[in-house]
């Protein structure tokens, strides 16, 4: 695969998930750090950085910020803007009055920043987002590793750590070194109009067969189950990995990470790829998909309601604002298992950590992109992102009950607080830049031009091809 073929997946990625939430950097609970297949050497946390000295360090201060200190924040300006971090700012100011914050926003991080690094003067902190963000294999060991933010005490006097869900250091993990904080989670499930549900006494199917139950319930109804556009043929690809993976655990997991032969063969892939397969041939899905533009698929979902249910991550809320239906509801659920005893329970759930923050060593005031970072995490500052975004960050606790009016916050809460520490992720469509070739076998496939084996076949070529081209750095996850 060439490097030109890996940038057309990436690229064709981010234009379906509109955060790129599954970007490079999105391991959570299972996936191993990518460390050593991406960073260069480590080197020892920068200190002082570039030219601001040390001041003393303490429970109130535990970087060390000169009060008088300069610190300047550049920000991706995406989905998400860029006030957030202003407001963070804002709260830092009031713990240190007499520093000076300058957040700015960028949309061309590599761009702007790539010579700022070579030249030595980078900011102090980055939002590393984007399709033009910065390749961390370029730059893991020029930044500031970041343990110390989590063992600090956040402004309400908590030990940050202790206030963060599990595993979000791993994606920013490099070469066994964290240096980048991903500041948003997501969570990957199924979503339905709660309102409809209610008036036709309808539940959340928790097994593939109570699917396809509901696929009948629906016909009677004159609607379908699901929908599909062309562009996010492989959200269903997601649904069928996040299920098997429920279904068989790790070694289903472990095989298709590592590109192993078989591995779309397992018998738990096999499982959802056939219930799949009936819910296509029972005509349970809105025809053409393969030739919709796939926000327009997904109204015909929140808007119209001619199907029930429809696989996403999270920012479908917010992605569809203005086409759906008044009073709809909106509310997700863990993607459904083969059985009853599957390897990880039902309320297991795909969720990740994105929007990386990092803090180069070479920076004038490394301690002030880390006070930045501790202000992010702050109650108020998480409180406020996530009541203005309707997303929710790292730290838990935040949401209220009524999600700030989204039953769609609520819903991904509620999912993460159910799965405890049975969250999972994988990343290899994206390392690899497979989604371009995936989504040809998907649309296929859901047009009812391929099998069960078809589509098997399908997938496993496009992961052998990769496996077998030596030109293309692999990462070995255990």
């Known amino acids: 695969m060439s490097t030109n073929k890996f940038t057309e997946g990436r690229l064709a990625q981010a234009a379906l998930d ?16 990518l460390g050593g297949a991406l960073a260069g050497c480590a080197v020892p946390s920068g200190g002082g950085g570039g030219g601001t000295a040390a001041g003393e360090m ?81 730059i893991a060991d020029q930044l500031e590793e970041l343990d110390d933010v989590f063992e600090a005490s956040n402004y ?44 036709n006494g309808w539940a959340a199917p928790a097994t593939w067969q109570e699917a396809i139950d509901l696929g009948a319930e629906a016909q009677k109804a004159d609607k379908k189950l699901f929908v599909w556009g062309k562009e996010a043929a492989t959200y269903y690809q997601t649904m ?33 790829l056939e219930a799949l397969h009936e819910i296509v041939q029972k ?61 990880l329970p039902y309320e297991a759930v795909r969720a990740g950590a994105g929007e990386p923050f990092i803090v180069p060593s070479a920076a004038a005031n490394p301690a002030g992109g880390k006070e930045v970072l501790r202000a992010m995490l702050s109650a108020e500052a998480a409180t406020n992102f996530s009541e203005t ?31 405890g520490e049975n969250i999972f992720n994988y990343q290899f469509v994206d390392y690899y830049g497979l989604n371009a070739d995936q989504l040809v076998v998907w649309n296929a496939f859901l047009s009812g031009e391929l099998d069960v084996k078809g589509v098997t076949d399908g997938l496993q070529k496009i992961s052998d091809d990769v496996a077998g081209d030596d030109s293309v750095e692999k990462i070995e996850v255990s």
């Open 156 to 199: 309400e006097g908590t030990t940050i750590a202790d206030t963060l869900y599990p595993s979000v250091k791993d994606p920013g993990t490099y070469n066994g070194r964290f240096v980048a904080l991903n500041y948003v989670m997501t969570v990957y499930a199924v979503w339905y109009s709660a309102s409809l549900f209610d008036q």
């Open 283 to 343: 005509g349970y899905f809105v025809p053409g998909g393969a030739g919709t533009q796939f926000t327009a698929a997904q109204a015909r979902w929140s808007n119209d309601q001619d199907a029930l249910l429809y696989p996403s991550g999270g920012w479908i809320e917010n992605e569809m604002k203005d086409a759906t239906a008044a009073d709809f509801q909106m509310t997700g659920f863990p993607t459904p298992t083969v059985s009853d005893s599957s390897a």
């Open 18 to 33: 509109r955060r790129t939430f599954v970007r490079g950097a999105v391991a959570t609970a299972l996936l191993a750090p």
């Open 58 to 138: 303490s429970a109130d201060n535990p970087f060390g910020l000169v009060e008088d200190a300069d610190v300047e924040a550049v920000i991706f300006n995406g989905g998400y803007g860029f006030d957030y971090v202003e407001f963070a700012a804002e709260e830092a100011k009031k713990q240190f009055p007499d520093v000076t914050f300058e957040v700015s926003p960028s949309t061309q991080i590599a761009q702007e920043l790539q010579p700022r690094f070579v030249g030595g003067n980078p900011p102090d902190l980055i939002d590393n987002s984007g399709a033009g963000s910065i390749g961390f294999n370029t």
């Open 389 to 419: 975004r309707l997303a929710p960050t790292i730290v838990r606790g935040i949401v209220p009950d009524d999600g700030f009016g989204s039953t769609a916050l609520v819903s991904q809460t509620g999912m993460l607080d159910a799965a």
């Open 240 to 272: 069928a990995l996040d299920s098997a993976i429920k279904e068989g655990g790790d070694e289903v997991r472990l095989a298709l990470e590592n590109l192993e032969p078989n591995a779309w063969s397992h018998d738990a892939m096999q499982g959802v």
